[in-house]
């Protein structure tokens, strides 16, 4: 076998039955499996997953693992000559998995590879591409330095290397990381020690230890609707220090000046939120505009929302402020929808997708929000 997709998930069951959804279609004439471990999840994941997708295989945890040992377990039965972890929470396109192995077996010494992640509203990801966070590259992230100076203060996010622009880099996320199985076992996985936010740092390092090259790999866009969307608040920042704290406990010492470092940035992070104040609230849109051929969708969707609701083609959208396209999948394949989300961001938009044959749609208005699902009220499709 060529290919087996892990994918882990806790209490994300909406975002799973999407993410599954676009996997199999990327996979559809490839020899390649789909292996979904649940680490206890307390939602109806487990069940949707056997009465949606009953031919992919399933592992349901009796306790959260946690992402390193949940991941690891997948892998133990994985049978892919490369492996790809794949977060619940993201949409691949239809040609992800041809591209990116396609460039796997031109690579010499190759270690991991990650791709261009973008967030719901189309804009690009940064941690997309990483550097080794030494104390004082971690320390220019949590103050924001690399925003400002980022020629100088880059290297978190490999600035070195454009968004469009395919290359080595050190460290790459673990919402998309494709690599042979052999080297994944040689290395030992994930880290079942690390604490969270570490486990992707630690593993992308160890590769390179071994001598080998990862890659970021832009020729092909994945959503990601968590993104950094994870609440920048004080556990956060506890739990970011504790991850920094482990890694570097590993693999060098802990210095004096990275505890200060890291002291300094929390500091800094704080008063930054201070004087941010609070979110703004979310509103409703103003207007919606569907894709798709379906005038019974629009009707119903007209009857959920309790306002029109325009159906359109996919090639005239204007520049237009709280609007929110929803792309119909069973209209729409992945790459396109993708596409879409690129070609039009930051033009006033938000946008959802129903998944085929699903009564939800989900999507995320901002890098800084949660990917949100919508349940449609006596909905059947």
Excluded: W
């Amino acid at each position: 076998m060529q290919l087996s997709i892990i994918i882990l998930n806790y209490n994300v069951r909406y975002f799973l039955e999407l993410c599954v959804h676009s996997v199999q279609n990327a996979i559809q004439n490839s020899d390649a499996e789909i292996i979904v471990i649940d680490n206890n999840s307390q939602d109806d994941s487990c069940s949707m997953m056997k009465q949606r997708f009953p031919n992919v295989k399933l592992i349901e945890n009796k306790e959260n693992l946690g992402f390193p040992k949940g991941n690891n377990i997948g892998v133990e039965i994985a049978k892919g000559e490369y492996i790809c972890i794949l977060n619940p929470d993201t949409v691949v396109s239809e040609d992800t998995f041809t591209k990116v192995l396609a460039f796997a077996k031109n690579q010499e010494d190759l270690g991991i590879i990650g791709v261009k992640l973008i967030d719901g509203t189309g804009n690009f990801l940064p941690e997309s591409k990483r550097g080794i966070p030494t104390p004082f590259v971690a320390f220019t992230k949590i103050t924001g330095l690399y925003k400002i100076f980022p020629k100088t203060f880059g290297k978190y996010y490999a600035q070195y290397l454009s968004a469009n622009e395919t290359g080595k880099v050190e460290i790459l996320v673990g919402a998309f990381m494709l690599m042979k199985r052999d080297l994944y076992t040689e290395i030992g996985g994930f880290d079942e020690n690390c604490f969270m936010y570490s486990d992707d740092i630690d593993l992308s390092y160890m590769v390179l230890q071994k001598g080998k090259s990862n890659f970021y790999f832009h020729e092909t866009s994945v959503i990601h609707y968590k993104g950094e969307s994870t609440v920048k608040d004080g556990i956060y920042m506890k739990r970011n220090q504790q991850a920094m704290n482990f890694f570097f406990k590993k693999h060098f010492r802990v210095s004096f000046f990275f505890t200060v470092f890291m002291r300094l940035g929390i500091v800094f992070f704080s008063m930054v939120k201070l004087f941010q104040g609070k979110p703004k609230p979310k509103s409703d849109p103003d207007n919606y505009i569907l894709i798709s051929n379906d005038e019974n969708l629009r009707v119903k969707l007209e009857h959920q929302f309790g306002k029109r609701v325009e159906m359109q083609d996919l090639l005239i959208l204007k520049n237009s402020t709280a609007t929110e396209i929803i792309f119909d999948q069973n209209y729409l394949n992945f790459t396109t929808i993708i596409n879409a989300l690129e070609a039009n961001k930051n033009k006033g938009f938000t946008f959802k997708i129903i998944p085929k044959s699903s009564p939800f749609m989900l999507g995320s208005n901002s890098s800084f929000d949660r990917g949100e699902v919508l349940k449609m009220a006596d909905f059947v499709y």
